[in-house]
């Protein structure tokens, strides 16, 4: 049973016109409807980026897959209409909204959550509405399991992260999120329910994986679990030298299984700029950053290695084991002495670790404001100029919040999913995460656009190796140069499971057909 249904109105003449499609719709969906005209302002019609605003026809609230279908069944059977399943809404352009569309609140959708042993493995089964905090919280408290792979903030759904590819510092090692289920169920754009995995309806499962949304609706993934780790030691390192930074954070992705559990990194302003700056490096309030160890011959910005060692409470952190181990990782890389920070956190803490910094940005009115992000993969031949022309001359005044970048491993990704990224073993993911205040006291959402553009133009140009993670394209050319030789593919899945493209009409890549 649909739980129930809202809609959006705004305008007198188009309310009552409005009503009228929305209760007919109502009626063909057999729904158990209460509609609410104004509903929770109107969610649907926003998302984190908060830069693209359309507004839909209505937002459904669907409890089970049966649910899912009869809304997609719905739609296909429409003259016009369209659906996109929206996670949590933190996309940036818009790609969870539908103009005039139905939007189907995904978090709705609560169940299952259940564990699953099979030949000596534990998987959860997941419903794609389930946000990720919620995985992590029920699977350590209830079972002391956890997933292998995450992604920094955990506030996003499992089939929102799942329709791109969900990376973290355990990227390096377990691959992106999508490497890490084996069975999803999916409503494809024809309504059909099907369970699908490498060995069943195979095509369907990768091409939704990394999908965009294009290819069917994720109902339910299995992920595969792993023991939870107790402890975390968290750790921060500063490097003035970009190549000495990669060269170490390469070394140690490519040590796959003598390694850390997670590599990250980010670009800092060489100043005492407190949101872009020095400040934003210590772990501990009473840890200080002093200047007087960034040698002479540093530039306009800094780069900090993050890294966590995952330990057991047995090991208490200040005599055993994990002093010595860190020692041994850390006494290979070539950070400046004086600049290293550390702090032992549960595991729960550590992967929670953005939510502080959600409440510190709501508090500050920056959670609300706009957030024009920018998200690439970039070849490691190519990362030393990316350097040198973006960090070091585009960025050189920070954006006002992380600017990460570190390598992951070609070999971890799986060619068969729908998302590409450069041809190159090793590529980095860049990831300007932008907490700019509103203007007056920051500036305009469009030069910081503007800004965006200006790197790609530069990627683009110099004939850089890179592709937009979380790609957002205006033309049918752009998309098809995003995809490159995996074009034809991408639209064969869309001819076999959204003949008519009437999902995800957010990411603006197929037009709905009659
Ligand atoms: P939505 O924004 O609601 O949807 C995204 C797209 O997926 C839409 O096209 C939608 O139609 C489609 N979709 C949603 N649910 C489903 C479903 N069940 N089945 C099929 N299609 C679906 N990404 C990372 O990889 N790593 C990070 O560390 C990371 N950190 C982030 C931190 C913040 C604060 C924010 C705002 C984003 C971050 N992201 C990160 C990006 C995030 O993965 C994407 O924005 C993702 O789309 C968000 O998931 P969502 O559930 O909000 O999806």
């Known amino acids: ?38 509903g929770p302002a109107g969610i649907a019609s926003k998302d984190f980026g908060g830069i693209k605003s359309v507004k839909p026809l209505a937002m459904i609230r669907p409890s ?52 699953l042993w099979i030949e000596g493995t534990a998987y959860l089964e997941v419903s794609g509405g389930a946000l990720w905090e919620d995985v992590l919280k029920r699977c350590v408290s209830e079972v002391g399991l956890a997933p292998r792979s995450w992604t920094d903030y955990l506030g996003l759904t499992v089939g929102g992260t799942l329709s791109y590819a969900g990376v973290s510092g355990q990227t390096f090692r377990y691959g992106p999120q999508t490497s890490n289920v084996t069975e999803l169920e999916v409503v494809t754009g024809k309504g059909e329910t099907l369970c699908c995995s490498l060995t069943q309806n195979s095509e369907l499962f990768f091409g939704a994986l990394g999908g965009l949304g294009q290819f069917g609706i994720i109902t339910r993934a299995r992920v595969v679990l792993q023991q939870a780790p107790e402890m975390v030691r968290w750790i921060r390192v500063v490097y003035s030298e970009f190549e000495e930074y990669a060269g170490d954070a390469e070394l140690l992705v490519e040590e796959v299984e003598e390694c850390f559990d997670y590599v990250e990194g980010f670009v800092l302003v060489n100043s005492d700029d407190p949101a872009n700056g020095w400040p934003t490096v210590p772990l501990e309030p009473e840890q200080v950053f002093d200047p007087v160890h960034i ?128 041809d190159s073993d090793i590529f980095y993911i860049v990831a300007l995460l932008r907490f700019s205040p509103p203007p007056p006291k920051g500036p305009p959402a469009e030069l910081l656009v503007a800004q965006n553009n200006e790197i790609i133009q530069f990627c683009t140009s110099r004939g850089l190796d890179f592709k937009l993670y979380f790609p957002n394209y205006q033309s049918r050319e752009d998309w098809m140069k995003h995809f490159g030789k995996q074009w034809s593919r991408f639209v064969e899945r869309k001819a076999s499971f959204d003949p008519m493209a009437i999902l995800a009409p957010g990411q603006r890549i197929f037009s709905r057909t009659s």
């Open 64 to 115: 089970s897959a049966v649910d899912v279908a009869r809304v997609v069944k719905a739609v296909a059977a429409s003259p016009s209409l369209t659906v996109a399943a929206r996670g949590n809404g933190h996309s940036v352009n818009g790609q969870a909204m539908a103009e005039k569309g139905l939007v189907l609140d995904m978090r709705a959708l609560e169940e299952p959550f259940e564990i």
């Open 295 to 422: 040698p002479s011959t540093a530039g306009p910005v800094l780069y900090c290695l993050e890294l966590g060692l995952h330990y057991g409470n047995a090991d208490h952190p200040y005599r055993s084991r994990v002093d010595m181990d860190v020692d041994r990782l850390l006494g290979r890389l070539r950070f400046i002495q004086g600049l290293k920070f550390q702090t032992d956190v549960t595991y729960t803490e550590f992967l929670l670790r953005v939510k502080r910094v959600e409440e510190d940005a709501k508090a500050s009115g920056t959670w609300d404001a706009p957030h024009p992000w920018l998200n690439l993969f970039v070849s490691k031949s190519n990362i030393v100029d990316f350097d040198r022309e973006v960090f070091k001359k585009i960025l050189k005044d920070g954006v006002d919040g992380p600017i990460l970048v570190y390598p992951l491993l070609r070999t971890k990704w799986d060619n068969r999913h729908s998302v590409v990224v450069p």
């Open 1 to 38: 049973m649909l739980a129930y249904l809202e809609h959006f109105v705004h305008e007198k003449d188009a309310e009552s016109r409005q009503d009228d499609e929305v209760a007919s719709l109502s009626r063909a969906l057999e729904l158990q409807a209460s509609i609410d005209e104004l």
